[in-house]
Every structure is written in C-alpha cells, then in structure tokens.
C-alpha cells in the first residue's frame, strides 16, 4: 500500500453557533492569533495576569509588556516603536480600560488609546473590556464613548465578570477562525440554507478573510458540493450567483445561490444484494478453500465493501484515482485531538461513500451504488493507523437501513499500531 504524504484538498466547514465547536482542538489554530494586551500597566498587574492566563489556556499567544525581553528590554528603541511592533505582529487586540486614563504617549493619547487607534487601522480582532467604576477621568469616558459606538464592548464590575467576558469572546473568535483551520475538500455550506426544487440559498457572514478569498473564487457554472453531516446525504450543485458584501470593517456578509443537479442515479438494492465479490479472509488476501476461491454477496459483502472504499487511500488506485478516502491523513494528522478527529471522519465517510466515481458507459455511481445516505452511530477507538466505525446505511429500494461495523485500518512497518 502506498503510504500517502499530504493532506486532502481544501474544504470550508462553517459551523451555525459557538457551541458546536470542539474548541480543545482550535489551539493549533489559536497559536497563529497572538493576543496584545492593551491597558495601563501599573496597578493592573493582577487583572491583565489573568486575561493572559486565559487566553493561553485556549492556545493564544500573549504579546504585551509581560513577555520580557520580546517586549520592552530594548534600550536602543523608543517604547512607542517596541509597542506598535509587537502590536502589528499581534492578530488580536484586547483593551482592557478601567477608572483611569493613563499616562500620554504622544500628544493628548496613552498608550492604550494609541494602540486602539494602529489596531483598527490595521483590522485587528477586538476583545473590548471596560470596568463599571465611576471613570476619575474625561477621557476615560470619551474613549470608551467611542468603543461602545463602533463596537461591542463587555462591562466588567470584578476579576469573574472580566473573565466571563474573555472567555465569551474566545469562544465566538475560534468559531470564526475555525474555518480558516479545518479547511479539507468539499465546500460544506451552514445549516442556515433554503431550498426549492431547483435553487438553493445560502445567506451568512464572516470575518475570515480567508474565507472570503475561498469563495470569491467560485464563478457561474462551476461545480460544488453540499454534504449534510446531520443526515449523511450528498447534494451536487452548479454555482449560479455569488454576491459578497461588506458590512462593517471586518464583516462580510456572503449571498450564495446554487442550481440543484439530478442526484446521481443508484442501484436498487435487491438488484446491488445479487451481485457477488470474492469473499476476502482478515488480512485482506482472497479467500480459497479446497482449492476454490469463496464468494460473498447480499449483507455479507457490506463489511468488505466498505472497507475496500475506506482503506483505499484516494488516488491510490491508478485506474480509478477518485476512489478512496482521506481517512488516514486525518487519523494520523489529527488523532490527538479526538473531538476534531470524530468530525473530519464523519464528513469523510459520507463524502467517500456517497461520491459519484465514473462507471462504465460513462455514468456516475456512488463508491456504494445503492447507497442513499448514511448515518454514522459512533466512532470509537480512534488511532494515528485506525478507527472502529458503526454506520446505517440507507439503501435504495430497502424500507429500514442497514446497521454494519467495521474497522479501517493500515498496516505500514514503519508505523505503531
């Protein structure tokens, strides 16, 4: 077996809200997002302590005025100059303004609405924090008079609600950036879509530029597909219209409309159960008995099917090099973190299964050919080599699915089981 080497193709998963987010896993992409933490220094030592401790319990890096000799041991550069550039190395700015103002940096502005200012100009991510405290100062108010008119800003009155605050914003920032890390094949729309029999509409909006850019590249008439991970189904479309907008500086808002295709025929199933294989033993090999080789067909060769389709790694096989799945690179990428894992293999299964593969006479057949959809029951004993899978399989012509495990699983030397 050819042991592959890179990683699927690009795909979006857009997820529909914060609580669908195994967020244990986004801390490879929050490590990309450092986080420069913007108040007045002195006096604030505990409160911009546990901001920190927070943001890197979910993977942030943390620039500020904390981090040593990255920041602020330079005696050959004004301390304006040190802060702009960790600030301008930083994705995310949080500002944290409680009663006072602080010191001017430069004429009439701190340090804390400076970096507010260079942080909007270069369209950093905003985590606003302002104390309930009576502000001792003007320009207290005025500044956080021009956050909340621009911005949402979170109201603190101690350390629980400030840390409350962080945490809400953490988990609403990875669901956005969260597509930009789990991008691997397909294009996988949001739950929020309408559909007729002819047109589909897609209406949501990002501040992921990354995004942006993946779709902006789809023109009319090109080719896409929709996967339902709540009911396994597979839905070919035809882009017809894709409008994006711009709703505030960071925000877009994306207008999508698809030509449904006719779905890719199928084999009933009475006709599919007829058919018959070569029964293979445990290891893969062909099976003889008194010198005969045994066959299998009907509910039996389900199991064999379906790992012949999921242990083939995709363009494995030369003559049909569309057949097979990802499976292993994402087991092996990604098996440290289960949650991550689970959800890449359910979109795997389903997209390898139910995807059309030329035929004979030109025509196009799911890898299973009376396969109407599949469900995934459980996923179990996920490793960097193999996976347990317990899937209903919805068959064409047959009234109740078919309930049939299996386990996927490769055997190279140079690997550990």
């Not at 005025?142 to 400030?162: D, G, Q, R």
Request: charge should be negative; aromatic fraction near 10%.
């Amino acid at each position: 077996m050819r042991k592959p080497t890179t990683l699927p193709y690009p795909k979006i998963i857009e997820y529909s809200k914060p609580t669908d987010i195994p967020f244990e896993f986004l801390k490879k992409t929050t490590a990309h997002h450092p986080v420069f933490l913007s108040s007045r220094f002195t006096g604030m030592e505990q409160l911009r302590k546990l901001v920190a401790e927070k943001f890197q319990e979910y993977g942030y890096p943390i620039m500020g005025w904390e981090v040593g000799e990255t920041f602020g041991s330079s005696q050959k550069r004004q301390p304006r100059e040190v802060y702009l550039d960790a600030l301008k190395k930083s994705k995310v700015y949080c500002g944290i303004l409680d009663k006072s103002y602080g010191p001017d940096i430069i004429a009439d502005c701190s340090a804390t609405e400076d970096e507010y200012n260079h942080a909007i100009s270069w369209n950093h991510e905003l985590c606003l924090l302002t104390s309930k405290a009576e502000p001792k100062e003007d320009k207290v108010t005025t500044l956080i008079s021009k956050w909340k008119s621009k911005h949402t800003v979170s109201p603190f009155e101690n350390e629980v609600n400030m840390i409350t605050a962080v945490e809400s914003f953490i988990k609403n920032h990875t669901l956005r950036i969260g597509m930009n890390w789990i991008m691997l094949g397909d294009l996988i729309l949001p739950s929020g879509y309408k559909t007729t029999t002819s047109t589909l509409s897609v209406n949501f909006s990002t501040t992921n530029s990354s995004v942006i850019g993946y779709i902006k590249q789809f023109s009319k008439g090109d080719a896409v597909s929709f996967i339902d991970l709540g009911d396994g189904r597979r839905e070919d479309l035809i882009v017809d219209e894709i409008l994006v907008s711009k709703e505030a500086s960071t925000l877009w808002k994306i207008e999508a409309q698809f030509l449904t295709q006719p779905s890719t025929p199928r084999m009933p199933w009475p006709q599919w159960s007829q058919l018959k294989d070569i029964r293979m033993d445990a290891t893969g090999d062909m099976l003889v008995k008194n010198g005969d080789l045994m066959m299998v067909s009907g509910v039996e060769r389900l199991p064999q099917v379906l790992k012949m389709n999921l242990n083939c790694n995709r363009g494995e096989w030369i003559f049909r090099p569309e057949m097979g799945s990802n499976l292993y690179n994402i087991l092996n990428a990604y098996a440290d973190s289960p949650e991550l894992a689970e959800l890449l293999i359910k979109f795997d299964v389903i997209e390898t299964l139910t995807r059309p593969i030329d035929g004979k006479q030109g025509n196009k057949w799911p890898s299973l050919p009376c396969l109407d959809h599949v469900e995934i029951k459980s996923i179990s004993n996920i490793k960097r080599i193999s996976v347990d899978l317990n899937l209903l399989l919805f068959m064409q012509g047959l009234a109740e699915p078919i309930e049939c495990s299996t386990t996927v699983k490769w055997n190279f030397e140079d690997q550990e089981s």
